[in-house]
């Protein structure tokens, strides 16, 4: 098997939008309300609810592609999954970076891309 890093950073990425995901559904209003506080001075400030409905379903659609392009990968070799999977990782990730950035929290920015970096290198394996 020689796609082991394409499948670590899948599940990776797979594990960690569906907690991300999980927290902002199941404690949504709570969410809503630090939000709120940290977009208050940004052009967010009154579409914070929208954006974060955006954000929820990216980081599900990421999740799901991530954890079938695992099993892609396992079974057959298959990579289109996977792909997909970095590919909306990367752009919920980039979502995420605007959002900090227009907010000025650069130290919230610097984490993503700690996050970005394998995100870009699954695209790259997987492509």
Known sequence: MNNVASILI???FGITFLQSSYEKLFYWEDNIT???EH??????KNHVKIALIHLV???LISTIL??????QLFINDGRLFGFYGAVF???TLIMMLFGQRLAKDYDGARTIVIYFIPAVMAVYWLN
């Open 57 to 59: 379903i990216m980081e």
């Open 66 to 71: 991530c954890f079938v392009g695992c099993i």
């Open 10 to 12: 899948l599940i990776f």
């Open 34 to 36: 630090w939000l709120k």
């Open 39 to 44: 977009f208050s001075k940004t052009r967010l």
């Open 89 to 91: 990782s990367s752009i």
